[in-house]
Protein backbone atom coordinates (compact mmCIF):
# COMPACT_ATOMS: atom_id res chain seq x y z
CA UNK A 1 0.00 0.00 0.00
CA UNK A 2 1.26 3.08 -1.12
CA UNK A 3 0.96 6.18 1.25
CA UNK A 4 -0.63 9.08 -0.19
CA UNK A 5 -0.65 12.30 1.97
CA UNK A 6 -4.30 14.15 0.63
CA UNK A 7 -2.56 18.08 0.27
CA UNK A 8 0.48 17.88 2.75
CA UNK A 9 0.51 22.05 2.80
CA UNK A 10 -3.19 22.38 3.95
CA UNK A 11 -3.67 23.91 7.23
CA UNK A 12 -6.91 21.33 7.77
CA UNK A 13 -5.89 17.87 7.73
CA UNK A 14 -9.28 16.19 6.54
CA UNK A 15 -9.69 12.55 7.52
CA UNK A 16 -6.75 12.33 9.82
CA UNK A 17 -8.86 13.04 13.36
CA UNK A 18 -12.64 12.91 12.39
CA UNK A 19 -14.36 9.75 12.62
CA UNK A 20 -11.63 7.55 13.88
CA UNK A 21 -13.09 4.44 14.30
CA UNK A 22 -9.77 2.52 15.19
CA UNK A 23 -9.26 4.43 18.29
CA UNK A 24 -12.96 4.51 19.27
CA UNK A 25 -12.10 0.75 19.38
CA UNK A 26 -8.58 1.35 20.77
CA UNK A 27 -10.32 3.16 23.97
CA UNK A 28 -13.07 0.79 24.30
CA UNK A 29 -11.33 -2.08 24.59
CA UNK A 30 -9.75 -0.54 27.77
CA UNK A 31 -12.49 1.30 28.98
CA UNK A 32 -14.36 -2.44 28.33
CA UNK A 33 -11.34 -4.40 29.70
CA UNK A 34 -10.99 -3.06 32.55
CA UNK A 35 -15.26 -3.67 33.98
CA UNK A 36 -14.63 -6.79 32.23
CA UNK A 37 -11.49 -7.37 34.86
CA UNK A 38 -14.50 -6.73 37.98
CA UNK A 39 -17.29 -8.78 36.27
CA UNK A 40 -15.49 -11.84 34.65
CA UNK A 41 -13.43 -12.47 37.62
CA UNK A 42 -16.44 -11.99 39.83
CA UNK A 43 -17.82 -14.36 37.92
CA UNK A 44 -15.50 -16.88 37.77
CA UNK A 45 -14.92 -16.86 41.66
CA UNK A 46 -18.15 -17.18 42.69
CA UNK A 47 -19.46 -19.73 39.90
CA UNK A 48 -16.15 -21.70 40.47
CA UNK A 49 -14.32 -21.21 43.45
CA UNK A 50 -16.46 -20.19 46.35
CA UNK A 51 -18.66 -22.64 48.25
CA UNK A 52 -18.48 -25.99 46.07
CA UNK A 53 -17.50 -23.93 42.56
CA UNK A 54 -19.60 -25.97 39.96
CA UNK A 55 -20.72 -28.66 41.47
CA UNK A 56 -23.41 -26.49 43.43
CA UNK A 57 -24.77 -25.11 40.19
CA UNK A 58 -27.68 -26.73 38.53
CA UNK A 59 -31.32 -25.00 37.26
CA UNK A 60 -31.95 -24.06 40.99
CA UNK A 61 -29.08 -22.26 41.62
CA UNK A 62 -29.00 -20.26 38.55
CA UNK A 63 -33.21 -19.48 39.23
CA UNK A 64 -32.15 -17.87 42.70
CA UNK A 65 -29.13 -15.56 41.04
CA UNK A 66 -31.79 -14.01 38.09
CA UNK A 67 -34.35 -13.23 40.61
CA UNK A 68 -32.04 -10.86 41.99
CA UNK A 69 -31.93 -7.79 39.20
CA UNK A 70 -28.52 -7.15 40.99
CA UNK A 71 -27.32 -9.76 39.26
CA UNK A 72 -29.46 -10.19 35.60
CA UNK A 73 -27.88 -6.55 35.29
CA UNK A 74 -24.34 -8.42 36.33
CA UNK A 75 -24.95 -10.84 33.49
CA UNK A 76 -26.29 -8.29 31.00
CA UNK A 77 -23.59 -6.25 31.04
CA UNK A 78 -20.72 -8.78 31.67
CA UNK A 79 -22.49 -10.64 28.23
CA UNK A 80 -22.51 -7.68 26.17
CA UNK A 81 -19.37 -6.04 27.09
CA UNK A 82 -17.21 -9.41 26.88
CA UNK A 83 -19.12 -9.86 23.35
CA UNK A 84 -17.85 -6.49 21.90
CA UNK A 85 -14.69 -6.83 23.78
CA UNK A 86 -14.22 -10.55 22.64
CA UNK A 87 -15.50 -9.77 19.14
CA UNK A 88 -13.49 -6.48 18.52
CA UNK A 89 -10.38 -8.81 19.27
CA UNK A 90 -11.05 -11.06 17.26
CA UNK A 91 -11.67 -8.33 14.38
CA UNK A 92 -8.27 -7.25 15.02
CA UNK A 93 -6.66 -10.86 14.49
CA UNK A 94 -8.90 -11.35 11.04
CA UNK A 95 -7.41 -7.84 9.79
CA UNK A 96 -3.72 -9.19 10.99
CA UNK A 97 -3.86 -12.89 9.38
CA UNK A 98 -6.10 -13.19 7.02
CA UNK A 99 -4.06 -13.10 3.50
CA UNK A 100 -6.54 -12.62 0.74
CA UNK A 101 -9.81 -9.66 0.46
CA UNK A 102 -12.40 -12.43 0.24
CA UNK A 103 -10.95 -14.52 3.44
CA UNK A 104 -10.95 -11.47 5.32
CA UNK A 105 -14.24 -10.48 4.47
CA UNK A 106 -16.38 -13.79 4.80
CA UNK A 107 -14.21 -14.70 7.96
CA UNK A 108 -15.75 -11.14 9.54
CA UNK A 109 -18.99 -11.75 8.42
CA UNK A 110 -19.13 -14.89 10.27
CA UNK A 111 -17.88 -12.97 13.44
CA UNK A 112 -20.30 -10.05 13.33
CA UNK A 113 -23.46 -13.30 12.56
CA UNK A 114 -22.02 -15.30 15.67
CA UNK A 115 -21.46 -11.91 18.21
CA UNK A 116 -25.01 -10.66 16.70
CA UNK A 117 -26.58 -14.35 17.22
CA UNK A 118 -24.98 -14.67 21.25
CA UNK A 119 -26.15 -11.28 22.25
CA UNK A 120 -29.56 -11.34 20.81
CA UNK A 121 -30.14 -15.33 22.52
CA UNK A 122 -28.22 -14.09 25.73
CA UNK A 123 -30.26 -10.97 26.17
CA UNK A 124 -33.43 -12.85 25.02
CA UNK A 125 -32.59 -15.38 27.79
CA UNK A 126 -31.62 -12.83 30.36
CA UNK A 127 -35.22 -11.03 29.96
CA UNK A 128 -37.69 -13.74 29.47
CA UNK A 129 -36.40 -16.14 32.19
CA UNK A 130 -39.11 -17.38 34.16
CA UNK A 131 -37.62 -18.39 37.67
CA UNK A 132 -40.58 -20.82 38.67
CA UNK A 133 -40.81 -22.79 35.40
CA UNK A 134 -40.02 -25.87 37.34
CA UNK A 135 -43.33 -25.24 40.28
CA UNK B 1 40.82 -13.76 5.38
CA UNK B 2 40.35 -16.70 3.64
CA UNK B 3 37.02 -18.28 3.00
CA UNK B 4 37.90 -21.09 5.92
CA UNK B 5 38.85 -18.25 8.21
CA UNK B 6 35.44 -16.56 8.04
CA UNK B 7 34.08 -19.68 8.39
CA UNK B 8 35.62 -20.32 11.71
CA UNK B 9 35.19 -16.36 13.36
CA UNK B 10 31.37 -16.96 12.42
CA UNK B 11 29.18 -18.23 15.75
CA UNK B 12 28.27 -21.51 16.18
CA UNK B 13 24.91 -22.30 14.02
CA UNK B 14 23.26 -23.80 17.40
CA UNK B 15 21.31 -21.42 18.96
CA UNK B 16 20.43 -18.81 16.59
CA UNK B 17 17.28 -19.55 16.43
CA UNK B 18 15.25 -15.70 17.67
CA UNK B 19 13.69 -16.40 21.18
CA UNK B 20 11.82 -13.15 21.11
CA UNK B 21 11.88 -10.93 24.50
CA UNK B 22 9.74 -11.43 27.21
CA UNK B 23 7.24 -8.50 25.87
CA UNK B 24 6.61 -10.54 22.57
CA UNK B 25 5.36 -13.92 24.37
CA UNK B 26 2.67 -11.49 26.59
CA UNK B 27 1.62 -10.28 23.66
CA UNK B 28 1.16 -13.73 22.41
CA UNK B 29 -0.14 -15.21 25.52
CA UNK B 30 -2.75 -12.16 25.47
CA UNK B 31 -4.00 -13.13 21.84
CA UNK B 32 -4.56 -16.89 22.38
CA UNK B 33 -5.99 -16.61 25.80
CA UNK B 34 -8.37 -14.23 24.24
CA UNK B 35 -9.09 -16.17 21.38
CA UNK B 36 -9.90 -19.36 23.42
CA UNK B 37 -12.18 -17.24 26.05
CA UNK B 38 -13.85 -16.09 23.28
CA UNK B 39 -14.71 -19.36 21.75
CA UNK B 40 -16.15 -20.66 25.18
CA UNK B 41 -18.53 -17.42 25.52
CA UNK B 42 -19.85 -18.89 22.52
CA UNK B 43 -20.34 -22.28 23.73
CA UNK B 44 -20.95 -20.79 27.49
CA UNK B 45 -24.16 -18.46 26.21
CA UNK B 46 -25.62 -21.45 24.50
CA UNK B 47 -25.65 -23.63 27.29
CA UNK B 48 -26.75 -21.30 29.56
CA UNK B 49 -29.64 -20.33 27.64
CA UNK B 50 -31.00 -24.09 28.04
CA UNK B 51 -32.05 -22.57 31.17
CA UNK B 52 -35.02 -21.03 29.25
CA UNK B 53 -35.87 -24.82 27.52
CA UNK B 54 -36.63 -26.80 30.99
CA UNK B 55 -34.89 -27.18 34.26
CA UNK B 56 -33.66 -30.55 33.05
CA UNK B 57 -31.89 -30.09 29.82
CA UNK B 58 -29.91 -27.66 32.08
CA UNK B 59 -29.27 -29.86 34.57
CA UNK B 60 -27.66 -32.66 32.25
CA UNK B 61 -25.63 -30.42 30.07
CA UNK B 62 -24.11 -28.85 33.37
CA UNK B 63 -23.13 -32.01 34.68
CA UNK B 64 -20.55 -32.99 32.20
CA UNK B 65 -18.89 -29.05 33.34
CA UNK B 66 -18.55 -31.44 36.87
CA UNK B 67 -16.90 -34.67 35.18
CA UNK B 68 -13.06 -34.34 35.83
CA UNK B 69 -11.97 -33.49 32.17
CA UNK B 70 -14.36 -30.77 32.25
CA UNK B 71 -13.35 -29.70 35.07
CA UNK B 72 -9.32 -29.87 34.58
CA UNK B 73 -10.69 -27.28 31.20
CA UNK B 74 -12.25 -24.64 33.54
CA UNK B 75 -9.27 -24.74 35.33
CA UNK B 76 -7.45 -23.77 31.96
CA UNK B 77 -10.08 -21.21 31.32
CA UNK B 78 -9.59 -19.54 34.63
CA UNK B 79 -5.92 -19.34 34.08
CA UNK B 80 -6.08 -18.67 30.70
CA UNK B 81 -8.90 -15.31 31.73
CA UNK B 82 -7.06 -14.20 34.78
CA UNK B 83 -3.33 -13.94 32.62
CA UNK B 84 -5.64 -12.00 30.52
CA UNK B 85 -6.83 -10.41 32.74
CA UNK B 86 -3.66 -8.97 34.73
CA UNK B 87 -1.53 -8.59 31.39
CA UNK B 88 -4.49 -6.10 30.31
CA UNK B 89 -4.00 -3.88 33.51
CA UNK B 90 -0.31 -4.02 32.24
CA UNK B 91 -1.37 -3.07 28.95
CA UNK B 92 -3.20 -0.28 30.50
CA UNK B 93 -0.60 1.16 32.49
CA UNK B 94 1.95 0.97 29.79
CA UNK B 95 -0.49 2.93 27.82
CA UNK B 96 -1.80 5.63 30.59
CA UNK B 97 0.82 5.64 33.49
CA UNK B 98 3.83 7.66 32.60
CA UNK B 99 6.41 5.55 34.01
CA UNK B 100 4.68 2.12 32.32
CA UNK B 101 6.91 1.94 29.13
CA UNK B 102 9.86 2.15 31.40
CA UNK B 103 8.58 -0.83 33.92
CA UNK B 104 6.37 -3.07 31.27
CA UNK B 105 9.34 -6.20 32.16
CA UNK B 106 9.20 -5.43 35.94
CA UNK B 107 5.51 -5.57 35.62
CA UNK B 108 5.07 -8.90 33.15
CA UNK B 109 7.20 -10.56 36.31
CA UNK B 110 4.67 -8.90 38.95
CA UNK B 111 1.94 -9.91 37.28
CA UNK B 112 2.94 -13.52 36.64
CA UNK B 113 3.61 -13.26 40.68
CA UNK B 114 0.44 -12.50 41.20
CA UNK B 115 -1.38 -15.26 39.04
CA UNK B 116 0.79 -17.83 40.48
CA UNK B 117 -0.24 -16.33 44.05
CA UNK B 118 -3.77 -16.73 43.06
CA UNK B 119 -4.25 -19.78 40.68
CA UNK B 120 -2.51 -22.39 43.65
CA UNK B 121 -5.67 -21.59 45.87
CA UNK B 122 -7.84 -21.52 43.15
CA UNK B 123 -6.44 -24.94 41.76
CA UNK B 124 -7.27 -26.05 44.92
CA UNK B 125 -10.69 -25.26 45.16
CA UNK B 126 -11.52 -26.00 41.87
CA UNK B 127 -10.24 -29.95 41.52
CA UNK B 128 -10.46 -30.38 45.35
CA UNK B 129 -13.54 -32.01 44.92
CA UNK B 130 -12.97 -34.05 42.06
CA UNK B 131 -9.40 -35.32 43.12
CA UNK B 132 -11.11 -36.74 46.21
CA UNK B 133 -14.08 -38.50 44.85
CA UNK B 134 -11.03 -39.85 41.91
CA UNK B 135 -8.58 -41.44 44.55
CA UNK B 136 -10.02 -40.57 47.97
CA UNK B 137 -12.59 -43.20 47.56
CA UNK B 138 -15.06 -41.27 49.64
CA UNK B 139 -18.50 -39.86 48.67
Known amino acids: MTLALDKPRSPRRPSVRRNNLELASWLFMRISGLALVILVLGHLLIMNILDGGVHRINWGFVAGRWSSPFWQFWDLSMLWLAEIHGGNGLRTIINDYARKDATRFWLKIILYVSMVLILALGTFVIFTFDPNMDS | ?139
Open chain 2, 1 to 139: MSAEAVEAARPARRGTMYRGVPGMWSWVAHRITGVLTFFFLFAHVLDTALVRVSPQAYNEVIETYKTPLVNLLEVGLVGAVLFHALNGIRVMLVDFWAKGPRYQKQMLWAILAVWVVVMVPGVYFMLERTVRTLFGGGS
